[in-house]
């Protein structure tokens, strides 16, 4: 984490590959194939900074000096930038910090990167994906996902579990929030399907009763949310460990269908359709016996007072 935190606020005028400080042998990994996820992550990174820079395909060829098929061509995944090109593209369409050393590093692997090597990529993809996939499920054993988070959660519960720094503390909350915010601000239609195992309820007893309030007062936000949904796991499941399943739905955007999940030292996103499709079936087998919030929270009233 440190040395995400270290990429990110390097300073500018450095080359990219400068502020990465990684070993020669992680800036060389390769995969046998592209990975199509990967490939997704690049290309819709630079529509999207165009577009909120609001300029068409051929504004920014010019600013680039390209052709408007060389972007057209990013954008849908015909080609990719070379690694060369990353800086002044990065550099035009205001992408900064730890997004350009990403691309660089995409761009670098020749679009076979190995998404899964670092755990703050795949919090980066997740965050991306959140903005673009037509359907997202959750579940969450543990903890209350990073999107339904308020402060005072990270702070009274996992800062002190994970023994984290005040520094390391305060870049977590920065992105959430961050990815709360721009979550708030998607305009196409979604469907957001979150199940949380009930012991993360019961962890709340450990926060401010002002701020537990708080905690589950968000909790109620988000669930009356259009397209969102949460449920409790109250109940024995044949859930394993926390997982995401993001499935493309009727969104033009999005990437291919996949699951993120994680152990305690890695975490990797799966895009083989067979797996996909088998942690999708299984979270929508369990989300049937589950409770909805609203129901819980009723139900839990007093001791979550």
Same mark, same amino acid.
């Given at each position: 984490m440190?040395?995400?935190i ?23 990994v ?17 529509r ?62 020749d ?12 919090a980066l ?35 002190? $579990? @994970?023994? +984290?720094? %005040?520094?390391?503390? =305060?870049? !977590? #909350?920065?992105?959430?929030k961050?990815r ?24 709340l ?10 905690? $589950? @007062?968000? +909790?109620? %936000?988000?669930?009356? =949310?259009? !397209? #969102? ?39 990797w996103?799966?895009? @083989?359709?067979?797996r ?6 299984l ?23």
């Amino acid at each position: 984490m440190a040395q995400e935190i270290a990429a990110r606020d390097a300073p500018r005028d450095k080359p990219i590959h400068a502020t990465l400080n990684l070993p020669p042998s992680t800036l060389e990994v390769s995969m046998p194939a592209p990975s199509s996820l990967t490939e997704w992550n690049a290309s819709v990174r630079f529509r999207d900074a165009r577009l909120r820079r609001k300029w068409s395909q051929a504004e920014l060829a010019r600013e680039l000096n390209l052709s408007p098929a060389t972007i057209a061509n990013w954008e849908h995944r015909r080609s990719q930038p070379h690694s060369s090109q990353i800086e002044k593209i990065c550099d035009v369409l205001g992408i900064k910090g730890e997004i350009k050393a990403f691309l660089y590093r995409l761009a670098l692997a020749d679009s076979s990167h190995n998404i899964e090597l670092t755990p703050r990529e795949n919090a980066l993809c997740l965050a991306l994906a959140e903005l673009h996939y037509g359907s997202i499920w959750k579940w969450e054993p543990l903890i209350l996902p990073g999107i339904t988070q308020v402060r005072a959660y990270q702070e009274q519960i996992l800062k002190v $579990v @994970e023994e +984290l720094t %005040e520094q390391l503390s =305060r870049f !977590g #909350w920065t992105f959430k929030k961050e990815r709360q915010s721009e979550l708030k601000q998607r305009r196409t239609k979604y469907r957001m399907s979150i199940l949380i195992g009930s012991s993360v309820f019961f962890h709340l007893k450990d926060m401010e009763l002002a701020d537990r309030r708080e905690q $589950v @007062e968000y +909790l109620r %936000e988000c669930n009356a =949310r259009e !397209g #969102w949904e949460i449920r409790v796991m109250h109940s024995a499941s044949t859930l394993p460990g926390p997982f995401e399943v993001y499935v493309p739905g009727d969104s033009p955007t999005a990437g291919p269908p996949f699951v993120y999940t994680e152990i305690h030292d890695l975490s990797w996103c799966i895009e @083989e359709r067979d797996r996909v499709q088998a942690y999708h079936e299984l979270i929508k087998k369990n989300w049937k016996h589950a409770t909805p919030l609203k129901e819980f929270l009723d139900a839990e009233r007093d001791r979550l007072a």
